[in-house]
């Protein structure tokens, strides 16, 4: 059959609609993605071209990957890699695939690191290190650390700073604080595993391929928030902000753990769903 960029975006678009139960336009979008990535096009270049046929080893190329999706694979994987913040990041099955809510997580550090020169950052569960070299890109200036359990995730998180030409993270194998001794910080971040461990999502799209260890955090889904807050105080300066994403429906809890802890200007922030997705506080 020959194929043409528009005959591939609605079939296909629709074909994954159906098998993965996506809406339609977020299945043309990953259509498109697909396509972009065979054919090393812009989006651009696909809606100015619709009549343009792919040859014979693009159509076997995409058919490949189409398949892969078909079967549920998340498209980051497929194509290995996912843009966040403005910038393009490496991700395997090791890590978690960057979510644009967590850039909500980006914005609130940011603007807490303009009041003062050299400011520390800690980064636990790094992951691709979407978070810390998103910060540490738009501020130079910082010191940062980031920590994961994953020996793996970390080697992604290292080749990710490295094409992104920032080279003054420290990265560090840690169970959360073990490894830091009593080192301090301005400011901690963290996107934790904060998922319920018998929660039927974790069965369900993408999640089924992405590191359980990403993703599930005990019976409440609260275990690693709970660790991370109860020490946060030992490894903060005075001043220092703690800031924590969480799931759908966290928010009153954190922040009771996080004035349990001591913070002070204890606050949850909307993505832009208008769903509390961080809440911290200020260690006085
Ligand atoms: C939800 S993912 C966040 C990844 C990345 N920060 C992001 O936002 O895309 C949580 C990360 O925490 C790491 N992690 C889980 N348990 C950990 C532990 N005990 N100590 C350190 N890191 C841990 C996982 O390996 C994973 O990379």
Request: net charge negative; charged share 20%.
């Amino acid at each position: 059959m020959t194929c043409t960029i528009q005959n591939v975006l609605t079939q296909d678009a629709a074909r994954l609609t159906e098998a993965l139960t996506l809406d339609f336009s977020g299945a043309r979008i990953e259509v498109q993605s697909l396509l972009q990535h065979v054919l090393n096009v812009s989006r651009a270049y696909l809606l100015a071209h619709p009549e343009r046929y792919l040859n014979d080893s693009e159509q076997t190329r995409y058919s490949e990957l189409l398949q892969r999706r078909l079967r549920g694979e998340p498209v980051a994987y497929i194509l290995g890699e996912r843009e966040f913040f403005g910038l393009m990041f490496k991700v395997t099955p090791a890590t978690l695939i960057p979510r644009p809510e967590t850039e909500l997580l980006v914005e609130l550090a940011l603007q807490r690191i303009t009041w003062q020169q050299s400011c520390r950052v800690l980064d636990l569960g790094t992951g691709s290190g979407a978070i810390v070299l998103s910060i540490a890109h738009a501020q130079p200036d910082v010191e940062v650390v980031a920590v994961d359990a994953s020996i793996e995730a970390l080697a992604v998180a290292r080749e990710n700073a490295e094409n992104l030409g920032i080279n003054k993270v420290v990265f560090m194998q840690s169970d959360w604080y073990t490894a830091l001794d009593t080192r301090h910080f301005d400011l901690i971040v963290s996107n934790p595993p904060y998922v319920a461990i018998d929660d039927p999502h974790l069965q369900q799209g993408d999640l089924r391929f992405e590191p359980p260890s990403a993703l599930a955090s005990g019976s409440d889904g609260l275990k690693d928030i709970r660790n991370i807050v109860d020490k946060a105080p030992a490894h903060l300066e005075s001043g220092g902000w703690l800031l924590l994403e969480h799931g759908y429906g966290q928010a009153a809890q954190v922040r009771e753990l996080v004035q349990q802890a001591g913070f002070k200007s204890v606050f949850s922030a909307c993505d832009l769903a208008g769903i509390e997705r961080v809440s911290g506080g200020r260690k006085l």
